[in-house]
């Protein structure tokens, strides 16, 4: 039976105000992503933060009467006081480095030492290596004016990331009083949380897939950004104390190789051989580097009992989302790209998994 006209008719129109409908939605949906796009790093942050330290808040504000803003706002405030004297240690340290540096160049008191002879014979690199080494350490002046425009561009690199740097890190203190205000609110925030995946997935599922987005963001961020951040702490301080030149590079290099998870002995292992070729073997190197060499495997004994109380997360996914991280959104995006990739990886498996007629086949 063949539709009529004004079957045809009723049948167009209402394609033609679905197609309206969805148009509209589809333009607030965009202008609204555009509004909030600027937020949306930090609001993800403070949301991983917030997450990540509620079952301390849980615990703390049956002490404080029940009253969730108390613990929240203790919380925020203990946690913005113990991270500002490390913070502000380190910080200084990368600013007298980069003076020093600087200062040294100046001045003209910049020797390089000749290559040895055996340089030379090096395969595939021995000779021009050999060269150019040759050439530093007799013209270091002309060496740098040849190279000037890649030199300046280097500088002017390592500037933009010290600059990202310092941002990155007072990004994280507004993040952590927002986090206060989520965990001020957590209770509702949860019930919120549940809504929207019951929405999307059904009210049997929803429950189920809050859970494990809550366990995997907690798993990932004590046990690789927090672990990566307590190691750079135990080590970039015990640099700054020493007196390591540019201790606040090596903390920031030990925080990068925490996150991308390669071990932190790669930076601690040559300071200590530093140490002992400048300052010889006596109580004070020793005691230094007995401390850094522990510090730099603590990871190995906080790995399991951290990471081991959420979920399983592939350590190439955790790298995958660090490095990606970092690429796409600097310094924010090294902590919050292996927290939102490792939830992306645990729900496409729960979604793979959870297949129609699966529950029937058990």
Not at 235 to 252: N, Q, R, Y
Not at 270 to 283: K, L, M
Request: net charge positive.
């Amino acid at each position: 039976m063949l539709p009529t006209p004004t079957a045809e008719k009723l049948l167009s129109r209402g394609l033609l105000d679905v197609l309206i409908r969805a148009g509209l939605i589809a333009v607030l949906v965009i202008f609204c992503y555009r509004v909030f796009r600027p937020f949306l790093d930090l609001m993800l942050w403070s949301l991983i933060l917030a997450v990540t330290l509620y079952p301390l808040q849980v615990r703390l504000k049956g002490k404080l009467s029940n009253n969730d803003g108390r613990s929240a706002t203790l919380i925020t405030l203990i946690a913005i006081g113990v991270l500002m004297v490390p913070i502000y240690l380190l910080g200084s340290s990368l600013a007298e480095s980069v003076e020093n540096a600087l200062a040294v160049v100046r001045s003209g008191n910049l020797h390089i030492r000749p290559p040895a002879e055996s340089v030379a014979d090096w395969p595939l690199i021995g000779k021009p290596l050999h060269a150019f080494w040759l050439q530093a350490s007799t013209d270091l002046t002309g060496v740098a004016q040849k190279f000037t425009p890649q030199i300046k561009e280097l500088v002017l690199t390592l500037l933009g990331k010290l600059a990202g740097l310092g941002m990155g890190l007072l990004v994280f203190i507004v993040a952590l009083m927002i986090a206060g205000i989520f965990m001020a609110y957590g209770e509702g925030g949860s019930r919120s949380a549940v809504e929207i995946a019951s929405r999307l997935s059904g009210p049997d599922k929803g429950p189920q897939i809050t859970e494990l987005c809550t366990a995997t963001i907690r798993a990932v961020a004590q046990g690789v950004v927090g672990i990566a951040f307590i190691q750079m702490l135990l080590i970039g301080v015990a640099f700054v104390l020493k007196g390591i030149p540019g201790a606040g590079l090596l903390a920031l290099a030990v925080l990068l190789l925490g996150i991308m998870q390669l071990p932190a002995t790669l930076i601690t292992v040559p300071v200590i051989a530093f140490v002992f070729t400048t300052e010889g073997a006596s109580v004070a190197t020793i005691v230094f580097s007995i401390y850094v060499f522990i510090a730099g495997l603590v990871d190995n004994v906080l790995k399991p009992l951290m990471l081991g109380r959420g979920v399983d997360v592939p350590m190439p996914v955790v790298l995958i989302g660090a490095l990606g991280g970092m690429v796409t959104n600097g310094v924010i995006g090294l902590f919050i790209g292996p927290v939102v990739l490792a939830v992306g990886y645990q729900l496409f498996w729960q979604w793979v998994r959870d297949q129609p007629g699966a529950e029937k086949q058990s």
